[in-house]
């Protein structure tokens, strides 16, 4: 049996870590409700935006446009969204999964948001690109538009035939979805297939149709990426928020099982003790 020093010293440390969990958990609770209302806030923009993306593409079918068309590149550009820092359980680790199980490492090209995911995927071979870790610290639009800018000019320039973005949506505070969702080029049949959109109604566009998508899906691309990168911090804090949850619930267990052990040593300490002192009470007796 350990001694009642050291199991003094263990439950003072596991307290002390308990400690540090706790306030950890309660920071990541205030961030998350913080990511959700920018969630929110955010979403009306997005969906005018698209349904007048469906719109055009609605009432200009077969139209010949460098975003809804694939170029001759077989490589893959995948902008990845993970947490630069651990300690949120499985998080970090399954947006590398959905990427690993997709991609090769010869065929993609990473443009990393996020550190864990960075040094996950390098580890593994893939090619990095790009590092913009420092974005998910304060994710701000004007770093989607950065972003968004960097990577369209290598889809036009044929550098890559594919643009994914993997990211972590949230559900709700103990449920986060790793997604891998495809960017470019845009899938029409697939983007219509739940937008009812009146197609007899006679439309004029200014200016034309294709320089309206010129300008709306970059736009509608930036705010995919912001609304990742909002749904991710969310995700991220609910993640640690759980973890750091669990970490306090076993440092309690600990701490419980620990002054059991503690109790038991110092009773037999004392059971030694008087037993001793009996003993030489006897012989000088």
Not at 14 to 35: E, Y
Not at 71 to 91: E, M, Q, V
Not at 172 to 192: D, R
Not at 250 to 278: F, G, H, P, V, W
Request: glycine share 6%.
């Amino acid at each position: 049996m350990a001694s009642m020093r050291d199991i003094k010293r263990r439950k003072e440390s596991v307290a002390s870590t308990g400690q540090i969990t706790k306030a950890m958990k309660l920071v990541s609770t205030v961030k998350l409700q913080k990511a959700k209302a920018r969630a929110e806030s955010n979403k009306p923009y997005f969906t005018m935006l698209y349904d007048t993306m469906c719109s055009i593409l609605a009432r200009s079918g077969g139209m010949e446009h460098r975003y809804l068309k694939e170029n001759d590149s077989p490589r893959k550009a995948i902008i990845t969204i993970t947490g630069n820092r651990g300690l949120a359980g499985g998080y970090n680790n399954n947006i590398a999964k959905e990427i690993m199980a997709a991609f090769s490492p010869e065929e993609a090209d990473i443009y990393a948001i996020g550190r864990k995911g960075l040094e996950i995927l390098s580890r593994k071979g893939y090619r990095i690109v790009e590092d913009y870790s420092e974005v998910i610290n304060e994710p701000l639009y004007g770093d989607a538009i950065k972003i968004g800018k960097n990577v369209l000019a290598s889809y036009e320039k044929g550098e890559v035939g594919e643009i994914y973005l993997a990211y972590t949506n949230f559900k709700n505070m103990v449920s986060q979805e790793p997604q891998l969702i495809k960017l470019l080029p845009i899938n029409v049949e697939e983007i219509m297939q739940d937008v009812e959109v009146d197609t007899l109604t006679p439309m004029n566009f200014e200016p034309e149709a294709e320089d309206a998508l010129d300008m709306i899906i970059p736009k509608y691309m930036n705010n995919i990426l912001y609304g990742a990168f909002i749904e991710s911090v969310a995700s991220e804090n609910g993640a640690r928020m759980q973890a750091m949850d669990s970490a306090t619930k076993n440092a309690d267990d600990m701490i419980a099982d620990l002054s059991l052990k503690y109790n038991r040593a110092r009773q037999s300490s004392i059971t030694q003790e008087l037993t001793e002192i009996i003993a030489g009470a006897e012989a000088i007796s």
